[in-house]
């Protein structure tokens, strides 16, 4: 019988990635509890892993907050901690080519580039022997987690994607001061007409701000990647296109196709460009830099927004510390028109795919997998959602409940509570439940519930939830059980190796979009449809058609792997 952690084969062609820093109740594998006492059975001497992620992570306290001091109590594990700066994937490569690999990688959709040097160790026999609790977590799962058709080794612990649980929280879609809401009265906002209808009419009667500065309708963030979170997503979600990234699947074949070649598309860039000729989209929106951009929601004069709230975060977080909270921002779900139906919140069942892996250099892989096991368990996962019991939350008739004082504290002082406490701090390095689902004691996992979510908002969004008769900005859209869970999970997690050419002919569409989407946008009215009917051209011209025909086949042997 092959070792778990035997060196995997080299050269693999298709990569299903599955990852940076968070269970189930039952047997926790000699894990610790929750405040970081020790199991007898358990080993927590002192060890460090190096550890490289792809996210960034510029808040991180080198595990001296409270969580992570309670893990590394619990584990007895540090971790010397890289975090991405500059270009993620060719760190990676570098990594892979240079053969120095840290004990722990979360190389998210760069794993192949790792297996195919060598680099990972299969998992499969680890977890068998070792991790009682990832084993549960992951139950009849299991087989989601092996890397391709070929090679059904385990090379990352899925840790981007939760087990079970339902999307609870509306972070995205289209967003709008809550005064300029209020002042139009709460009307409906259903469609990009109705939106910028509340735009206009605020602007109309409110051009500047109290210092006389200009008020700004919209503004996008087109920083390299906020390209697609902020300019080219939307054109997709606008149109019933669930989140499958750069493409669109269809649910019967599971053929793919460029959601920029599909129905409505034109028309959501063409009304954009219509926003910017009447002055309604800023000027600046595609060359300001992310930083210049969440300077300008902190402001306070950015009247709508197209982003996910993660993006702007920053800037919110100051119009609150400045009590400012009706320039803060609510979540509507807004269509081309009233044609199309919302389904950003299809589910994609458990979707495995980044994650973080274990090295061929690890210094101690049954060290690694018992860390990794302690993430996943009961105690791991209540640990990084809640923090300290007694510090950061207490038990009231058996339920978890945040002291008002703390909870006041996330919600308008958050960066600094974050870096103190460490809660979320390594939910991307741990396997974990998702969003309503139960622990063994009744509580949820997590905090993103409904009474715990509204906990969270100010009384600028309750105010405006009110006027909506709602109760939390996840009401204000179609709900998931509305759509059948995609059988691929999600496009965007589906990784193809660097040098294939699907992934060369995708550089190619990217490059041509993102210049000439942001030149019809900003050209004349007149001249737009030219504009648009030469893109079109140019990405037939660039082989879109065979770019889709290669990422279909991934796509069908993904969902043949899932459910062999």
């Known amino acids: 019988m092959r070792k778990g952690w035997n060196l995997p084969k080299a050269g693999l062609a298709a990569a299903l990635a599955a990852g940076v820093l968070a269970g189930c109740g039952g047997n926790d594998g000699g894990a610790a509890s929750v405040n970081g006492g020790k199991d007898q059975g358990s080993d927590t001497s002192p060890i460090t892993f190096s550890f490289f992620s792809e996210d960034a992570n510029p808040n991180w306290q080198d595990m001296q907050d409270d969580v992570g001091q309670a893990i590394t109590k619990a584990t007895g594990v540090k971790l010397d901690a890289e975090f991405a700066v500059g270009d993620p994937a060719q760190k990676v490569a570098l990594i892979a080519t240079g053969g120095d690999y840290p004990d722990l990688i979360s190389p998210k959709g760069d794993l192949n580039k790792l297996v195919d040097a060598g680099a990972m160790l299969d998992l499969t026999d680890l977890i068998e022997q070792y991790a009682p609790n990832l084993k549960k977590l992951f139950g009849d799962q299991l087989n989601r987690l092996r890397y391709s058709n070929d090679d059904h080794a385990i090379y990352v612990i899925p840790t981007y994607s939760a087990v079970d649980g339902k999307t609870l929280v509306a972070g995205g879609g289209f967003e709008l001061q809550h005064r300029a809401v209020k002042e139009a009265g709460y009307p409906p906002i259903k469609t990009l007409q109705d939106y910028e209808h509340v735009i206009q009419s605020y602007l109309d009667k409110h051009p500047t701000d109290e210092n006389g500065n200009k008020n700004i309708g919209l503004t996008l963030n087109a920083d390299d990647w906020h390209m697609f979170i902020s300019v080219t997503n939307p054109a997709a979600e606008t149109t019933g296109k669930s989140g499958d990234g750069e493409y669109v699947i269809d649910p019967k074949t599971y053929e793919a196709t460029y959601h920029y070649r599909t129905e409505g598309e034109k028309e959501y860039f063409q009304w954009l460009n219509h926003m910017y000729n009447i002055g309604l989209l800023d000027k600046e929106s595609f060359v300001q830099k992310n930083d210049q951009y969440v300077a300008k929601v902190a402001s306070g004069r950015v009247i709508g927004l197209i982003d996910a709230d993660w993006g702007y975060a920053d800037g919110e977080k100051s119009l609150k510390t400045a009590n400012k909270l009706d320039q803060t921002y609510g979540h509507y779900s807004v269509m081309l028109s009233d044609a199309y139906k919302d389904n950003r919140f299809q589910s994609t069942g458990f979707m495995a795919g980044w994650g973080v892996g274990i090295t061929t250099d690890c210094k101690d892989p049954v060290r690694a997998i018992k860390f990794l096991d302690f993430l996943a368990s009961e105690q791991g996962q209540i640990l990084n959602n809640w923090g300290i019991e007694g510090k950061h939350y207490t038990v009231q008739d058996g339920k978890r409940v945040v002291p008002e004082d703390v909870q006041n504290r996330i919600v308008n002082d958050n960066t600094a509570f974050s870096r103190e406490s460490g809660?979320?701090?390594?939910?991307?390095?741990?396997?974990?439940?998702?969003?309503?689902?139960?622990?063994?004691?009744?509580?949820?996992?997590?905090?993103?519930?409904?009474?715990?979510?509204?906990?969270?908002?100010?009384?600028?969004?309750?105010?405006?939830?009110?006027?909506?008769?709602?109760?939390?900005?996840?009401?204000?859209?179609?709900?998931?059980?509305?759509?059948?869970?995609?059988?691929?999970?999600?496009?965007?997690?589906?990784?193809?190796?660097?040098?294939?050419?699907?992934?060369?002919?995708?550089?190619?569409?990217?490059?041509?979009?993102?210049?000439?989407?942001?030149?019809?946008?900003?050209?004349?009215?007149?001249?737009?449809?030219?504009?648009?009917?030469?893109?079109?051209?140019?990405?037939?011209?660039?082989?879109?058609?065979?770019?889709?025909?290669g990422f279909t086949a991934y796509v069908q042997n993904v969902v043949k792997l899932w459910n062999e």
């Open 423 to 549: 809660i979320g701090f390594y939910f991307n390095l741990g396997a974990h439940y998702g969003d309503g689902v139960l622990d063994s004691t009744g509580n949820y996992y997590t905090k993103n519930f409904p009474e715990q979510i509204v906990s969270t908002y100010t009384s600028a969004d309750q105010e405006t939830l009110k006027a909506y008769h709602a109760t939390t900005w996840k009401d204000l859209f179609p709900q998931e059980d509305e759509f059948p869970v995609k059988a691929w999970g999600a496009a965007w997690n589906i990784a193809v190796p660097g040098d294939d050419e699907v992934t060369i002919l995708g550089n190619k569409m990217k490059d041509i979009t993102w210049k000439q989407i942001p030149q019809a946008i900003m050209a004349k009215p007149e001249d737009f449809d030219r504009l648009w009917d030469r893109y079109q051209q140019d990405l037939l011209d660039a082989g879109v058609e065979k770019m889709e025909k």
